[in-house]
């Protein structure tokens, strides 16, 4: 497959997964744009883990095709190869490497040479200094560089974990639930960020906060047992009555 | 934010101490005349070279469990391993001097009947190539088990268990006489290495000390592997295994490489061990022998490379005190100073004295100046 079949940058189509019998995914299809942000809401168990796992070659899926720019079959791929091709993942709780400093913490995500001999013999570079530098503005963490990430605060924890998803310079980034544990505040300043990547990376969003979904200002879409159940603007989703019943309540 | 330096202040202080040890046995053994105070026994001389040979194995437990987190419970094997190879070398030293007089086959074998040397004898008469199986042969073992269990994703106490499984399989292959390698005896009898006798004083003392120098190298080896960013990454495996794997690392590729590593150091350790001890038999690969090196780990400290040394050199002390003095308590001491040691001091030694140092710094600087300690940008 070397001819782009598709010119989205993530396609995914009719992707079933079932575990025991108990579909997680039910036929799900979804295509994210380059540089596009997509919101995905929807109750607990619709859907929205399995579907990050089926994109980051952790979960194999029963059946369907998930196209990476048109030509990489990410069914076929394992974690580090998908990493490798420019996807980003953001866990749910922040997963950052709590002994390493900061620095250290960017210094590994950075996009490089990942072999084992390569890292042996790797010397620090002043590019990659000033990449971590500015990486490190960007996520406001320049004061903490020395400390080790396991000090950090969470919402701190979950700024590191961007930047770290940023220093890997992916086409497409996946986050869950950025705002979970944040004050206002930070929420507001993550929607901001997560604006900002947009105007140059695909980003997919997974969240429960409604007003944080709102402050993302873009494209909303609904799963629900395994599938899609309403697509669109945050106002047009909210207002389908299957939305309200099953997701958002009555 | 450099990286760590190559000799920060542990290194330097192994270092030292390790050179001490190197100038300090050949003296007390040497030169002090015998029946001074100070004078070191001939007996002494193999022991102490004995402990420096399984603080090595330690070490090379240490940089895979502490750094990866990958707790091999079999590295006794690859010990064993390069000490059988230094072990065949020995053996084709010993030559028409055995007890049958056979120019060619060692011993056991003319005792077995058997007419030939078997195939994986040959080339064992030539030091370089015995030297270069010391490496090779625990090296590849390592290769090909961990590539199958790595590649599989077999982690934690899984892993731990076949690394039993193995060393006890091959424990029980040893004992076969048809495995050509000496069965229940083992190899011992040895003769010459290099042509110098092994079992003169001045043998031994240049064993002991190439035994510090081995150890100092692959302490130096460790240290630098682990300060690298390789031993970052080795350090985000252990923390976080699958976040690293979504930064794109090929983390089987990193255990792979640091497994085989160690196995090579472990079996440098057995061949410098086998001809100060003068024998080596398929007791070795014990599985016990193998959990015995990770409690060594735990008393010194996990993770910190000196730790691994100094927990060998004093619990290797307190073996030989003990199982003299009481043997019958030997175990239990044992058992009970592990227990004591995950109850206490979870980091070992070294991170108790680290934490000691910590606090008592922290009061002379909180004494001294009004300030709030600050993160120093180093």
Known sequence: MTVPVTPTLLYL??????????RALNALSLAIDHAEMRAIIGPNGAGKT???????????????????????????????????????????????FELHTVEDNLLLALKNKRGPLATLLSRRTNREQERIDSLLERVRLPAQRHRRAGELSHGQKQWLEIGMLLAQE?????????????????????????????????????????????????????????????????DAVSANERVVEVYLGR | MRTQPLFDRQ??????????????????????????????????????GKYVCLALLALSVDLIWGFCGILSLGHGAFFALGGYAMGMYLMRQIGARGVYADPVLPDFMVFLNWKELPWF?????????????VLLVPGALALVFGWFAFRSRVT???????????????????FRNDMGLGGNNGLTDFKELLGFPVQAGSTRIVLFVLSVLALACGYLLCRWAVGST?????????????????LGYRVEHYKLAVFTLSAML?????????????????SEFAPANSIEVVIWVAVGGRGTLAGAILGALLVNAGKTWFTAALPEFWLFALGGLFVFVTLFMPRGMIGAAGDLWERSSQRLRAGRSPEPATHAAE
Not at chain 1, 59 to 70: D, I, M, R, S, Y
Not at chain 2, 156 to 169: E, K, N, P, R
Not at chain 2, 266 to 282: D, E, F, K, R
Request: hydrophobic content about 50%.
């Open chain 2, 230 to 246: 390789f031993g970052k990454v080795l350090v985000a495996v252990r923390d976080a295994e699958s976040r690293t794997r979504f």
């Open chain 2, 266 to 282: 472990a079996g440098v350790a057995g061949a410098l061990y086998v001809p100060q001890v003068g024998i080596i038999n398929p």
């Open chain 1, 13 to 22: 189509d009719n992707v079933t997964v079932s575990f025991d019998g108990f």
């Open chain 1, 170 to 234: 992916p086409k497409l980034l996946l986050i869950d639930e950025p705002a979970a544990g944040m004050t206002d505040q930070e929420t507001a300043d993550t929607a901001d960020l997560l604006r900002d990547i947009a105007k140059s990376k695909g980003v997919i969003v997974v969240e429960h906060d409604m007003s944080f979904v709102r402050a993302l200002g873009a494209k909303v879409t609904c799963l629900h047992e395994g599938s899609v159940l309403a697509e669109g603007s945050l």
């Open chain 1, 50 to 96: 399995t579907m990050m796992d089926v994109i980051t070659g952790k979960t194999q899926p029963n059946e369907g095709t998930a196209l990476f720019e048109g030509t990489h079959d990410l069914t076929a791929l394992d974690e580090t190869a998908i990493a490798e091709l420019g996807i980003g993942r953001k866990f749910q709780t922040p997963t950052v």
């Open chain 2, 121 to 133: 004898w040959h080339g064992f008469e030539w030091f370089p190539f015995a030297a270069l199986m």
């Open chain 2, 11 to 48: 290194t330097t202080l192994v270092l030292s101490l390790l050179t001490i040890a190197a100038i300090l046995v050949p003296a007390m053994n040497g030169l002090v005349p015998r029946g001074s105070a100070l004078h070191l026994s001939d007996h002494l001389v193999p022991l102490l």
């Open chain 2, 156 to 174: 934690g106490v899984y892993f731990s268990i076949i690394t039993q499984a193995m060393t006890f399989a091959l424990m029980l292959a040893f």
